[in-house]
């Protein structure tokens, strides 16, 4: 089964005829799209992807499955609303004859439709969107292009779903990504040093991701250091490096679309004991988590193993976010590792793994490995050194 057939088969069990997909990620996902503009329409046999002259030839390259409707940006919505009607979906599939019913395991016939969701007599077409990455500008004008009896339905559960299982080729497209950001920060030794900027630390791991085969970054380099190293998603500043400061770098590189995602600390020239001793706490509660990871656990549950090493040691209003959270063609995706995360791990997924403790006026550390869930545990995609490193 393919994605798209899978998104169908997920989608047919809450009664929706089809889908409309927008956003970059998930037109990659189902069509292998990496253009700026096209709508995709998933539904019964059709796979049509619409976009405009300038992705012609992409499309064709990139897209083989799907069918391709080149036209103007201001026809795109009549596009998608004639591949609507061109759909043909049977809306009255129960007519004259007895159903079972999915919900119930019982015969359902002509006066019972309506108990049934799946089966029911509907004169209404339910196409999927995702409402989380539609404007209710966009929601409105799509809405108003459609044919009478069109209900739009959000289906960004069901999709989160599918992505969050990785393919064997989304796994290696991933570890490869965590490769690339291991080597550069392999480089780093060699040259961070006092009287940098954090900018300029920054620009250094753009530069060398880039050098090392990495399409890009996952997102804009984090290099904090001294009390900046505090602010969990610090941003890069004219600060210099200092003697005797920690310094959280967090980067990743992205290959093929997929992302990876690792951090570490390490202080300059000297460190203090309490320097040391909170990385030592931090280096425990990873491995704590790490060695805890397994398919059936949940992001609470993952969360826990980490959180009560920090806690226990005083330091639980200062881990303040999340253990980790799931990574693909985004930098964040499900699964979330978290305090009230009632997601399930299973194998094929890739999550961060990423305690930390942040001191305001002082310092913060925090590690993060990225790790894909295995019928046995948790394999390491990020193999940087842990040591804690006095550059």
Known sequence: MDRCEALLAALKEKAIDGAIVLSAPNRRYFSGFSGSNAMLFIANEQRLIITDFRYMEQVKRQCPAFEPRIVRRTEELTALANAVKDTHIDLKSCRGRACLCPETGQTQGLPLQNSCINHRM??????????????????????????????????????????????????????????????????????????ITELEAAAFIEYRLKLNGADGTSFPPIVASGENAALPHAEP????????????????????GYCSDMTRTVALKHASDRQKELYALVLEAQKRALDALRPGLTGSEADAFARDVIANAGYGEQFGHGLGHGVGLEIHEAPTLGARSEDVLMPGMVVTVEPGIYVPGFAGVRIENLCAITAQGAQNFTSSIKDFMIL
């Open 237 to 256: 500043s004219q600060k210099e490096l200092k003697a005797g400061e920690l310094v959280v770098m967090d980067f990743g590189a992205r290959l093929n």
């Open 122 to 195: 509907r004169d209404t077409i339910r196409i999927g969107y995702e409402s989380e990455s539609v404007s209710v500008e966009l929601y409105t004008r799509i809405i108003e292009a459609m044919p009478k009896g069109i209900e739009l339905v959000p289906i960004d559960g069901e999709i989160a779903r599918l992505r969050a299982v990785k393919s064997p080729d989304e796994l290696a497209n991933i570890r490869e990504a965590a490769r690339i950001a291991d080597a550069v920060f392999a480089e780093l030794p060699g040259y961070l040093r006092p009287g």
